[in-house]
């Protein structure tokens, strides 16, 4: 009921390891930082400038190779769907990757994929992880610690902290994720929050219908399943366990706990 195999598929995210071992879901964010610190990370130290100054240019990162966006034709298509295209005399670089002027990186553990698509004004702390596919828009705010699956979305002035997003999880607009994962297909609605700290000293506990148990954290926001759909202004309180396909309604906020596949929360 608590494991993560209840709440995902993980047969095609890329970092199921993360929950290798794990009893229960919320462990996959106690694996976070050692997963991280162990990955490999390319040296972008001779492309993106140092002390999280913003480029200056836009680049495109094409296999080993770094053109300049001055060198390069950009379709600036939806990312997540495909249609991001970059052609260089008229041959399209298949899976190239668009860094845009003004972007900043603290940093330097960073993973970027094909066909990402980083908007101006974005700030990105290492260590990130962006799979493929995956679209950071303008003015995002990555704190580290971030793992994004193929054809993300993180949104205009979304904030993401130590959390996990499993391919195609989507926070379009204006959201605050701290110490949280979203599902296969999971989206949150424009302003949705998920808290990730108690008022009171102490753990994050977590109900269960069996009673409560500790989940080892100090900060923790949110579990989102598979397809889970939340409205507009939502707000989850700190140890949230939303089964797949559950629909939160605007306005809401969500009491801590479990709450079991298919759910609909009301205020």
Known sequence: MLTCTSFFDLSEFSYSKLFMGTEYVWQGLSH??????????????????????????????????VYSGDE?????????????????????????????AGVSFLGNQIQIGKGVLIEPGVMISSPTIIDDQTVVRQGAYIRGYCVFGKRCVVGHVTEVKHSIFLNDAKAGHFAYLGDSILGNNANLGAGTKLA???????????????????????KFGAILGDNVQTGCNSVTNPGTLLGPRCMVLPNTTVPSGLHKACSIIRS
């Open 72 to 100: 390069v034709d950009i379709t600036f298509g939806d990312a997540p769907k495909g249609l991001l295209k970059v052609c260089k005399d008229g041959k399209i670089l298949d899976g190239a990757s668009v860094i845009m």
């Open 196 to 218: 990730n700290l108690r008022f009171t000293s102490g753990n994050v506990q977590v109900k269960t219908p069996d009673g409560s148990l500790d989940s080892g954290l100090r």
């Open 32 to 65: 976070l930082k050692a997963f991280m610190n162990e990955a490999l990370y390319p040296d972008f130290s001779k492309i993106f400038p140092k002390n999280g100054e913003p480029l200056t240019k836009t680049i495109v990162l094409h296999e080993a190779d």
